[in-house]
């Protein structure tokens, strides 16, 4: 088992943002996800986001491009999502600023939603999560820190376990690498394997994209001193065991 744990990446101010839209995430669960059954499988296909109902034009489809990035199918899904926002949330936030930030996220999310209209395999199918917004996060944190260091832990057994520390360019490189693969994968097949990886892919390039320009234009904050001692380090090393 690998698992992202955190990162070593400090900030210059508190990412109110970042900590309201995590809030956001777990208060929608909590209202209306926690107890699922059947009255929640009816609310997700109303509020989730279906590709079939947004193709025909449909009004209401069109709000769920923006609700859906706040409804989870359950407490992994939400759980998974909110960790890699954690770690990677309040870096982005403080180059963007909490108001760019909020227009990055959305405009992440909503380019997950299309990419999945344009690319799934079944379209009546309601899409929901925050993965899409916060694979946008992280294609800006490979941009901004791509030598930013990241914690995973690895457990094996008892005897074999312990945290990597490494730097966010392989960390992230790999698992985009990875979403890429299901992605291709998926467009031969039918049905559904529950997961939207087209959305991780179509958020995470428009997160990358979008991070390059604003940081060529000049609407970056520049990286802390911190920041740029780290560049120097060598990223890769291995922690005491871990319990």
Request: glycine fraction near 12%.
């Amino acid at each position: 088992m690998i698992l992202p744990i955190g990162d070593i990446n400090p900030t210059r101010s508190v990412p109110l943002l970042n900590y309201a839209l995590m809030g956001a995430n777990v208060v929608a669960f909590l209202l209306f996800g926690l107890a699922g059954g059947e009255a929640y499988t009816q609310f997700v296909r109303q509020w989730g986001l279906v590709p079939a109902a947004l193709a025909s034009g449909d009004a209401h489809a069109t709000v769920t491009l923006f609700t859906s990035m706040f409804l989870h199918g359950d407490m992994w899904h939400l759980a998974g999502n909110m960790l890699f926002l954690w770690i990677c949330g309040d870096n982005v936030e403080d180059m963007l600023g909490s108001i760019g930030y909020l227009f990055f996220y959305i405009a992440c999310g909503l380019a997950a939603g299309f990419a999945h209209m344009a690319l799934t395999t079944t379209p009546d199918v309601p899409c929901i999560g925050a993965s899409g917004a916060i694979s946008g996060v992280l294609g800006a944190y490979v941009v901004f820190f791509p030598h930013g260091r990241i914690k995973l832990l690895y457990f094996i057994n008892m005897w074999w376990n312990g945290v990597w520390i490494v730097p966010a360019i392989g960390a992230i490189g790999f698992w985009f690498a990875e979403q890429a693969l299901f992605t291709f994968l998926a467009l031969g097949e039918e049905g559904s394997t529950g997961v939207a990886y087209a959305a991780h892919v179509g958020g995470f390039v428009l997160g990358a994209i979008g991070a390059a320009v604003l940081r060529g234009i000049g609407l970056v904050r520049p990286p802390a001193v911190e920041h740029m001692e780290r560049y120097y380090e060598r990223p890769y090393r291995r922690q005491e065991r871990y319990w």
